[in-house]
């Protein structure tokens, strides 16, 4: 497989165009992480980069071409929860692969699991905010996440594709997230699925190849960027906040982001085994190349928008606005064009780690955290429902690009 920046030397023409060509496309460091910090403790090194998902990949490259993929989408909307059958019917590459696939790693600790939800428990409400306003806010100013997102079916209806990466977020809130009656393990089985699909399909757009610097999108690295905005700067922002954490709910919580990335087909040797080697690991792949683009910054006016059919964004989008700023920082802020909201940020500013500061202290209360956990699981639910419009979440395999 070629280099993803071989196309753009070819491009560029000569030896200074190839020259530009390359500083612009290749990053200035080179992967340094050790698989001696992973999950696995070893590993050969490789860099993620060049890494996709050698079983995925060719399997479900193999059902778009053999127009097998609304059948099997078909068959997949009643699979449902983590310890149901799968469906009869499916091809059977695909069943062999999701039976190995839906398995938990031999390394999973199920006590981690059940402590990480009584982490969930306590704090959902911070969680729920950092998800949307760090996680997926600063999932538009990862370039290569946002132009993906923009250029395939998902950026053609952005509250179906919001409304499913929530899923994944709520389900690993769940008290039986990775039990047979939860649903996470068949949310990270069709992601996984999903992936495969976008990396058949996003290279033939006449849209995505021309902004791109990659030939085959979401590699391993790019995963592990994702997965960083997600557990690494969550956890990051609560210690910044001074959320006090027992170290076991910590640990449990890292757990569980631990055994979602091997469900989404991430190698072991890549998931970092603490949270001082998640930062470590971070600091290289996910800090350095925050940047804005076109595509993120329509993105994010759309992620602002979502409250217009309940407010017409008169006052949900300055709030939105405002929490982004608040949580991500103003040079974020400004790539993606947010406006200063002067009432609201000062709010923010003012009174948010006072009103964490009053809400740890109500933690202690008895019966505290399981009142808090039904006031948090009803805004969960709600936004849900509200990001659905009451409908079914389907996850399944896309068959084209964004038409537009």
Same mark, same amino acid.
């Given at each position: ?5 071989? &196309?753009? /030397? ?7 165009? @190839?020259? *530009?060509?390359? %500083?612009?496309?290749? $990053?200035?460091? +080179? ?91 306590? &704090?959902? /409400? ?7 306003? @760090?996680? *997926?806010?600063? %999932?538009?100013?990862? $370039?290569?996440? +946002? ?258």
């Amino acid at each position: 497989m070629d280099k993803p920046t071989r &196309r753009n /030397l070819l491009k560029a023409g000569g030896a200074l165009g @190839a020259l *530009g060509a390359l %500083s612009a496309a290749t $990053p200035a460091y +080179a992967w340094t992480w050790s698989p001696k910090g992973s999950v696995a403790g070893t590993g050969v090194g490789a860099d993620p980069r060049w890494v996709w998902d050698a079983e995925a990949d060719p399997l479900v490259a193999s059902l778009l071409d053999r127009g097998d993929v609304p059948m099997v989408n078909q068959l997949l909307r009643n699979w449902t929860k983590n310890g149901q059958p799968l469906p009869t019917g499916l091809p059977a590459d695909l069943r062999a692969f999701m039976e190995r696939a839906r398995q938990l790693p031999a390394w999973t600790d199920h006590g981690k699991l059940a402590t990480s939800f009584r982490f969930t428990e306590k &704090r959902g /409400l911070y969680l729920g905010v950092l998800y949307g306003m @760090a996680s *997926g806010m600063m %999932s538009t100013v990862i $370039p290569r996440e +946002a132009r993906a997102v923009y250029y395939s079916q998902g950026g053609a209806d952005m509250k179906d594709r919001i409304t499913k990466t929530a899923k994944l977020g709520y389900d690993i809130m769940t008290r039986n997230a990775f039990d047979p009656d939860g649903e996470m393990i068949v949310t990270c089985v069709k992601t996984r699925l999903v992936h495969a699909a976008v990396r058949h399909l996003l290279p033939q757009s006449p849209h995505w190849p021309p902004v791109a610097d990659e030939e085959i999108p979401i590699s391993q690295a790019d995963m592990m960027v994702t997965w960083h905005s997600l557990g690494t700067t969550v956890m990051q922002k609560m210690v910044d906040w001074r959320v006090p954490i027992p170290s076991s709910e910590s640990t449990a919580f890292l757990h569980s982001w631990q055994v979602t990335a091997h469900m989404l087909g991430i190698r072991d040797e890549y998931i970092p085994a603490s949270w001082a080697q998640a930062n470590s690991q971070a600091e290289q792949v996910l800090t350095p190349i925050l940047a804005p683009t076109p595509e993120g910054i329509k993105l994010a006016d759309i992620l602002l928008n979502l409250g217009a059919s309940v407010d017409g964004a008169i006052l949900s989008k300055p709030i939105l606005g405002a929490f982004t700023r608040y949580v991500l920082g103003d040079q974020i802020a400004g790539w993606l064009k947010i406006p200063r909201e002067p009432v609201w940020d000062s709010l923010l500013r003012l009174s948010w780690r006072p009103f964490i500061a009053i809400r740890e202290g109500l933690l202690n209360l008895p019966l505290a955290p399981e009142t808090y956990w039904l006031f948090d699981e009803f805004l969960r639910k709600a936004t849900l429902l509200f990001l659905s419009e009451a409908k079914p979440i389907r996850i399944e395999i896309p068959e084209t690009n964004r038409p537009s």
